[in-house]
């Protein structure tokens, strides 16, 4: 298959609006040594310069692979770089989260790593093509030939590196565009990771030093199993004590009132790490916007802790998001990290794969799960509190993301399923999130469907914890009939809803009218009727407000 657009530059990769390296540049490790044979047909030439999203430009002097800053104010041109490409994938779906790296250490201003180990590959990490058990990708990226790229950071799948072996092959630039080498250009190179899970890539390039290389590499992933993560999680006191540096709050406590009143709310809530995890990201999700907009790039918190920042604004990058989320998890007993990556991706025009740009980068969690059972004591989940926008891949469900359950439910208070005109009766909604009641004060609209009324909105919790209650009237004109009622909560990202039905009648009582008087004159008075049961079954017609004596024992 022939590729007719690839890749700008990728050593060194810079967040479009998160500044932080992407494929970044570290220390060199030991070689190892591989024979690709991975075969691509020509690929037309990228330049490797942008300084925005290759070579060794970036924009801030404290940027480097152990750490990000959060609160620096970030270049106002960066928005006219947004479709700048990064790295291909191939074959386009289904679409995946990239993760590139992940942090531990979080000082108010920034992520920094405080593991400093590395080692090679295992052969669960290495693995033949015959051992993939899912979809097989092909990556593409840039960087250049000889001995001064050290080791970069590339696109891995969650939940651990599943690489293809001897899948890495080099391309050279012939005539304004890549051809495949063969045999590849390696020397040798070496493939490595962290305590954090990042790939860690280091090659030997045969060629010019800075000459243009394209490089392409296979990985594949494993299937979590969520169900069983839900259906096992425990507390989040529960998790091996090895993973108390990702509950780690020390550098940024005490914490303002703003932010501990926000996280307060979450406390008791759901009944193991799980749930109260999904809980905090339907909170995310529909209490704050993301603001990927020149202001958001140039407001930027300064001197103050990046959550206390991000709660007043009510808005943020996705950057903001993850490092809010961390906290409240962490603050909740949670071990929860940032993880840096890209999302998805924009699905090639002619080709079968995705083109992964500079927009693309963004940021989520990985939040630890303590399971019942487990021989490591739990797994990691991903979570991405900054709902995607359409143009990051919204709307997809990327894999091994939890999608939680979120219902609505809606019902009159009383319990009967009629009012009559004119006489007020109350609604109740309330909202679960994997089962688990929210309670935090969202807003409940209901709407009269029969009769196209606005009856208003509620607040969850302002009567009942829990719990939005309305109390309405059917006013005089309203259509004696069942009334469809809805329910609706709603955010910019998603809206959840139900309905109900509630009879509208003119009478107190349904079948009994107010005035006897006004009776037609064939009306029936009420009467009593004795049946004796003895003489055997008979029909009998029996009339509103008639009264029914059966006495005997009936007889074959």
Do not use: C
């Not at 000459?211 to 979590?224: A, L, P």
């Not at 009944?271 to 209490?287: I, L």
């Not at 630890?368 to 359409?390: C, K, N, R, T, Y």
């Not at 309330?430 to 909105?457: A, R």
């Amino acid at each position: 298959m022939g590729i007719t657009a690839i890749i700008s530059s990728i050593f060194i990769v810079a967040s479009l609006v998160w500044g932080l390296y992407s494929f970044v540049l570290i220390q060199s490790g030991n070689v190892r040594i591989h024979d690709p044979h991975y075969e691509y047909d020509t690929i037309d030439y990228w330049p490797y310069t942008n300084n925005f999203t290759g070579r060794d430009g970036n924009w801030f002097d404290n940027l480097n692979y152990t750490d990000f800053q959060l609160n620096d104010t970030l270049p106002q041109d960066l928005l006219n770089h947004m479709n700048d490409s990064v790295f291909y994938v191939a074959p386009a779906n289904p679409g995946q989260l990239w993760r590139i790296d992940s942090f531990d250490q979080y000082d108010g201003s920034g992520w920094s790593k405080t593991l400093t180990n590395t080692r090679a590959l295992d052969t669960t990490e290495l693995i033949p093509l015959t051992a993939a058990t899912n979809q097989v990708y092909t990556i593409l990226f840039n960087t250049s030939a000889g001995a001064e790229v050290g080791t970069l950071s590339l696109p891995s799948l969650f939940p651990s590196i599943r690489v293809i072996e001897d899948s890495f092959q080099t391309y050279s630039l012939v005539g304004g565009a890549y051809v495949q080498d063969v045999p590849s250009r390696f020397l040798h190179y070496d493939l490595a990771t962290d305590d954090y899970g990042t790939l860690l890539f280091s090659p030997l390039i045969d060629g010019i030093t800075g000459e243009d290389v394209m490089v392409s590499f296979q990985v594949t992933f494993i299937d979590q199993d969520l169900s069983q993560v839900q259906a096992l999680a425990r507390l989040g006191i529960y998790a091996p004590t090895e993973l108390d540096i990702y509950k780690d709050l020390s550098l940024v406590r005490p914490l303002t009132q703003r932010v501990i009143d926000n996280i307060t709310q979450f406390v008791g809530v759901g009944s193991n790490a799980y749930e109260t995890a999904m809980a905090v990201k339907a909170y995310f999700q529909s209490t704050f916007t993301l603001n990927i907009t020149l202001e958001a790039l140039l407001d930027r918190p300064g001197n103050r802790e990046v959550t206390d920042w991000f709660l007043e604004r009510g808005n943020g990058l996705p950057s903001d998001f993850a490092t809010a989320y961390a906290v409240f998890m962490r603050d909740l007993g949670i071990p929860a990290r940032v993880v840096s990556g890209y999302a998805l991706g924009e699905p090639h025009p002619t080709a079968d794969m995705r083109i992964l740009m500079v927009r693309h980068m963004v940021f989520w969690n990985e939040v630890f799960i303590p399971m019942s059972g487990h021989p490591d004591g739990g797994e990691w989940i991903q979570v991405i509190p900054a709902p995607l926008p359409d143009y990051m891949g919204g709307g997809e469900n990327p894999g091994n993301v939890p999608i939680p359950d979120i219902y609505l439910s809606v019902s009159p208070t009383s319990g009967l399923v009629w009012a009559e005109i004119g006489t007020p009766f109350g609604l109740s909604a309330f909202v679960t999130v994997d089962g688990v009641p929210i309670t935090t004060p969202d807003i409940i609209t209901f709407y009269d469907v029969t009769d196209t009324e606005l009856i208003g909105t509620a607040i969850i919790g302002a009567s009942f914890p829990g719990i939005a209650n309305i109390t309405y009237t059917y006013p005089s004109n309203s259509t004696v009939d069942f009334h469809i009622i809805s329910a609706t909560w709603t955010n910019p990202y998603f809206t959840v809803w139900n309905l109900t039905q509630v009879y509208a009648v003119s009478t107190p009582v349904p079948m009994v009218r107010e005035n006897p008087s006004a009776e037609p004159p064939d009306f029936i008075l009420a009467e009593t009727i004795d049946v004796n049961i003895n003489q055997g079954l008979d029909t009998h017609v029996a009339y509103w407000g008639d009264t029914i004596h059966v006495y005997g024992i009936m007889t074959a």
